[in-house]
Each structure stands twice: as structure tokens, then as C-alpha cells.
């Protein structure tokens, strides 16, 4: 049996992790949860639906807003961890500043890095700290788990050693998956929150829209420009409804509100604002959706796995797979472009279906225990 150290702060980073938690778990191996405490709010009601602790958790003192405060914080956290527990492997997810801190502090101790979700790449500075972020997790780790053949080609390419990559797809679609299976059975009105549950009582009829928006790049002026398009969009069609659980950042949530004040209450009925919403609801409401709009990566690999069709309020992504499958459209933020390509799915079937796509090009719901074997092949 050997000692794994599972590091995570957000909300993105939980969901993908629970996967490789569980399947360790359940094999027997002895797995610790560190808690950066990057994300506070959103954190713990997924701890405790997945049930993975946490064990070990981080009070940020978050007087520092610098990212190199933030980064010195988490160093020394992960630093303080990591001789407590004293790990075999750190398993790190994905991009944010608490992964590149626990790939540096396992470094820094001799303790081998798995990098799951590794080798995405947009190739440009955006976003912000996270392109470099993977990079550097990249120099790091000893174990790469790309999701796909594109970013194994990325790893490839930054010249990392082929036998240190495997390709097992993203444990996002395991997390998903698993979710809609266990929620699928209950009935929906009471996964949901009163207000979203009372709103889709009231739009029974109509196609939902469920919109989320909450990249750094997209906020301030491009956010209030979603918000204009998701009204046009409720003025042109009488029966769509629309979803939009909100960012917790009370300036995104200020432009959001404002952008709908001029809405006329007729349209205004057929829109929620609602808090961010718990993880099951999430993929209740996804599964249920005409189409996501949607700055989110996770939403867009969830979304793939549900067969709905994705636009994406960004103007490159790192996840072009689904692109090229025909399962999802780049639209940016322009008003114009987010009407007009909504406006194809909600008039034409054929257009529609066709980006219903049938296979997932993330993975098929397995990747946990793919990369779970690999570790434990080989430690
Ligand atoms: N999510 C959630 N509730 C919400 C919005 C998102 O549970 O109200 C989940 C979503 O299903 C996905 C993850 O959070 O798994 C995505 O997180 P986010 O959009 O913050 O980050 P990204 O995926 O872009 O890194």
C-alpha cells in the first residue's frame, strides 16, 4: 500500500480529483486530502458529496491580493503537508496556482508529481497565471495524464519523455458520469434550489438555456455583452428560459444585474439568477438543457459527455477537441455572433442534432482508473 497526497483548492479541481479518490479508496490505498483553501465557498459541500475530508486544509490568510503572495502561501502550506504526511506520489489537477504549488513542493522533496489533466495548452499568455502554470507543472511532474491525443502531442512537442505520458482521458467525464448516474433516478424539483426549482416549475414549456460566465478575461465590459445577448435572445424566443448561476464576484454579479435592469418583465419571468449552484444541480440542469453558453472548461467537457451542444463565450480554447467534433462553437463575446449561432440551434433541427455529438472526445468514464493502475503498476 502506498501513501498518495491528493492537492486541490477550487471547485474544478474537487470535481476531477473525487474520481481518482474514490477508485484509490476502494483499491485500498491510504489517499490524504489538502485543502489550499483557494476556493472557500463552493469547497466544502463537495468535499462532503464526494466525501473525500478534507484532511489537511489551508487557512489562507488572503490579506495578501498578490498572486506571489498567494503562491508563497500555498508553497509553504503544501511544504508543511507534505512532511506530515509524507507521501509515495502528489497527485496535482489541472492549472491553478495551488496545483503549481504542490508540484513545486513535491519537488522541492524529492516526492514524484502526477499530473492529471496535464498538457492543455492555448499557446498564448491567456489565461492568466494558467497557460504558464500547466507549463511549469509540465518541467515538474514525473507522471503526465493528458486527456487527449492533442494535449499528449503538446507534452510531445515541450520535448517530455514519451514513457512519462499516457493518454487516459479526462476524469472530469468519470466525475460527471458518476453524478448523473447517482442523480439521475431522484426526481429533479429536489436536487434543485427553491428559487431555480420554482422557476423551472414556471417554465415548464419552454427550452432552457443554462449560461455560465466567470473567466477573469471575460469580466468587466465582455460580461455585460453576454448579458445583452442572453436578452436579445429572450425577447426573439418566447420559450426559452434561461439559467445563469452567478459568479460569487459581486462586481461580475453588479454588471450582470445591471445589464438586465432595461429587460421588460415579460422576458424578466423567463430568467433566473440564481447563486452557484451545488454540483448535482449542475449536471441536473446541464443534462435537461436545449445548449450550454459558457465561458467554463469543466462545463464544456461535462456538456460534451450529455450529448448538448456548447457555444463558448471565448475567443480561443485549450479544449479544441470538441471544436473539431462539431460539439461545440467558438462564439466570443460580441452580441452579434452570440445571437445569430444561438439563433441556428433554436431554429434549425438539423443543425442542432448534428451537435448532439455521440461520443465524447474527453473520455469514456474511466480515466481514474486508468491513470490508478498506471500509478500503482509502477510505485
Ligand atoms: N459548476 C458547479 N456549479 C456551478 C457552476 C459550475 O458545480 O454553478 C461546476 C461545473 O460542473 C464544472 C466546474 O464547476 O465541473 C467548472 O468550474 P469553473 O467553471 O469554475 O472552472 P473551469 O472548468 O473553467 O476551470
Not at 431522484?186 to 423551472?200: A, E, G, I, N
Not at 465561458?295 to 459527455?305: C, K, L, P, V
Request: proline residues 6%; contains cysteine; neutral net charge.
Amino acid at each position: 500500500m502506498k501513501t498518495y497526497l491528493a492537492c486541490m483548492g477550487t471547485r474544478p479541481e474537487i470535481i476531477k480529483m473525487s474520481a481518482i479518490h474514490r477508485i484509490l479508496k476502494e483499491r485500498g490505498e491510504k489517499i490524504y486530502v489538502f485543502h489550499t483553501g483557494q476556493h472557500e465557498e463552493v469547497a466544502y459541500s463537495l468535499y462532503d458529496f464526494f466525501n473525500m475530508g478534507p484532511d489537511f486544509q489551508l487557512q489562507l490568510t488572503r490579506e495578501i491580493p498578490t498572486l506571489s503572495g498567494l503562491t508563497a502561501e500555498l508553497l509553504e502550506g503544501v511544504d508543511k503537508t507534505i512532511e506530515k504526511v509524507k507521501p509515495d506520489v502528489i497527485l496535482v489537477q489541472g492549472d491553478t496556482s495551488s496545483a503549481l504549488a504542490a508540484a513545486l513542493g513535491g519537488y522541492y522533496h524529492n516526492v514524484p508529481v502526477a499530473h492529471i489533466e496535464a498538457g492543455l495548452r492555448t499557446g498564448q499568455r491567456d489565461p492568466f497565471p494558467e497557460e504558464k502554470n500547466r507549463e511549469l507543472i509540465g518541467r515538474l511532474a514525473r507522471w503526465h495524464f493528458p486527456p487527449t491525443q492533442q494535449a499528449k502531442d503538446n507534452l510531445l512537442r515541450e520535448g517530455l519523455p514519451e514513457k512519462s505520458i499516457h493518454q487516459v482521458g479526462n476524469t472530469v467525464i468519470d466525475s460527471a458520469l458518476w453524478v448523473h448516474k447517482q442523480t439521475v433516478d431522484q426526481s429533479t424539483p429536489k436536487l434543485l434550489p427553491d428559487d431555480v426549482r420554482h422557476f423551472m416549475e414556471g417554465n415548464r414549456a419552454s427550452r432552457l438555456l443554462l449560461v455560465t460566465a466567470h473567466r477573469r478575461e471575460n469580466w468587466g465590459a465582455p460580461i455585460k455583452l453576454i448579458a445583452t445577448a442572453v436578452g436579445t435572445l429572450l425577447k426573439l424566443y418566447k420559450d426559452l428560459a434561461v439559467v445563469w448561476p452567478l459568479h460569487p464576484n459581486p462586481s461580475v454579479r453588479k454588471d450582470i444585474q445591471e445589464a438586465f435592469k432595461s429587460l421588460d418583465p415579460a422576458c424578466r419571468d423567463r430568467l433566473c439568477l440564481t447563486e452557484p449552484l451545488e454540483y448535482p444541480a449542475l449536471i441536473t440542469l446541464l443534462s435537461k438543457c436545449f445548449f450550454t453558453l459558457t465561458d467554463s472548461g469543466g462545463i464544456q467537457e461535462e456538456a460534451s459527455a450529455l450529448s448538448r451542444p456548447v457555444l463558448i463565450l471565448r475567443e480561443e480554447t485549450e479544449r479544441q477537441e470538441l471544436v473539431k467534433a462539431g460539439g461545440a462553437l467558438l462564439v466570443g463575446t460580441d452580441i452579434r455572433s452570440i445571437v445569430e449561432h444561438a439563433s441556428v440551434l433554436l431554429n434549425h433541427e438539423r443543425t442542432y442534432k448534428a451537435m448532439q455529438i455521440p461520443v465524447c472526445p474527453f473520455g469514456d468514464g474511466k480515466s481514474a482508473s486508468r491513470i490508478a493502475d498506471i500509478l500503482t503498476n509502477q510505485l
